[in-house]
């Protein structure tokens, strides 16, 4: 018997912090029968969204993945993976580029056909954050991500699927093939990674109490001040999406993230947009999760508050340029591509990202 807990995410719901306790914490799990893959090389086991998704974005090329080729090679690589190493018992995998990235039915059942050669039992998991709380933090991450939207109506309208939980559990479970599960968990800000923790351990069947003996771990993204993120989105021209301006683009927001400015909130506009489109909740019931108190305060949750952000004015354009270029970080003022004419060092280095990352 081969049983997968496969956990999809959704993304800034501390999914990060998650797959740094797991890693860190695999031997013991193992020796309580949840076994963690090595084969798959990070602890965010990415190349499981990347091999089906018929848009994996800009994440794919900091795998090495630029063609259909790429990815069709990658699903056989997987496929020899899993024949080579899995045993029998219970696998635990994580990725929220899989709740992301896979967006459509034929996606999903892909993906889920491919674990079902592979494995006798899949519980699939999927955490979601209030959307009224991960409207702000997600702009922000996109922005991370080398997006250069402004937070406004519009970039809520292309968001809306990252909001819109009811329609993710609905085409997820649409999909869904004989012995699969679905199930979705409320995030609670303050103690998520716990939660997530102990009901991996419930439905794997090991003592909750386990986890009291998980070595800590830290949260790991850098938070963003509103004027850090500003002034990244008008940067971020400079640094195109690719195997080495990943890591420029990296080194820039450990810089940012040390200038201190305004915390990222949600604007009047955003949370307008929300309750306009019912998306308070994510178009969650209450109802459809009575009797559990994790879900009970994920609804009772207080709105989040709202403030309009200041705009980057000249000053303090100058300011953030002069605090890159200290901080050993160079920006551009006109906003050109500063790696522009290596597109053959780029090919190079995605060869051997997918020697060293596959």
Not at 221 to 248: C, D, H, I, K, M
Not at 279 to 299: A, H, I
Request: glycine share 6%; charged share 25%; hydrophobic share 40%.
């Amino acid at each position: 018997m081969r049983r997968l807990i496969l956990h999809i995410g959704k993304s800034k719901t501390g999914t990060s912090t998650f797959q740094q306790s797991i890693e860190l914490n695999k031997n013991l799990l193992a020796a309580n029968a949840i076994n963690v893959p090595t084969f798959l090389k990070d602890s965010n086991h990415s190349q499981l969204a990347l091999a089906f998704s018929q848009n994996p974005g800009v994440i794919a090329r900091g795998m090495g993945i630029d063609s259909e080729k790429d990815r069709d090679d990658l699903r056989l690589r997987l496929g020899e993976q899993f024949s080579a190493n899995l045993a029998d018992g219970t696998w635990l995998m994580t990725s929220e580029h899989i709740g992301t990235r896979l967006r459509t039915g034929e996606e999903i059942k892909a993906l889920l056909d491919f674990l079902k050669e592979h494995f006798d039992q899949i519980d699939v998991i999927a955490v979601v954050r209030r959307p009224d709380d991960l409207a702000a933090s997600a702009y922000s991450e996109s922005i991370k991500a080398g997006r250069t939207w402004k937070f406004e109506v519009s970039y809520a309208h292309k968001a809306r699927r990252s909001y819109s939980h009811a329609a993710f559990a609905a085409i997820w479970r649409s999909q869904l093939p004989s012995n699969t599960t679905f199930a979705l968990r409320p995030y609670l800000s303050q103690r998520a990674n716990n939660d997530l923790i102990d009901y991996v351990l419930k439905i794997a069947g090991v003592n909750q109490n386990l986890r009291n003996s998980f070595a800590p771990v830290e949260s790991l993204n850098a938070s963003l001040s509103v004027e850090a993120v500003q002034f990244l989105r008008f940067v971020n021209p400079s640094f195109p999406a690719g195997t080495l301006t990943n890591r420029l683009r990296r080194k820039l927001i450990d810089s940012l993230a040390e200038f201190t400015g305004n915390k990222i909130t949600l604007t009047p506009e955003i949370a307008q947009f929300l309750v306009d489109n019912d998306l308070v909740f994510g178009g969650l019931n209450p109802r459809d999760f009575m009797g559990d108190p994790l879900w009970s305060e994920w609804f009772a949750l207080a709105r989040v508050a709202t403030k309009p952000w200041p705009e980057l004015d000249e000053t303090l354009l100058n300011e953030l340029h002069a605090f890159c270029k200290a901080n050993g970080v160079p920006t551009d003022r006109a906003r050109k591509n500063m790696l522009e004419g290596i597109e053959v060092v780029n090919t190079v280095r995605s060869k051997f990202v997918r020697l060293i990352r596959w």
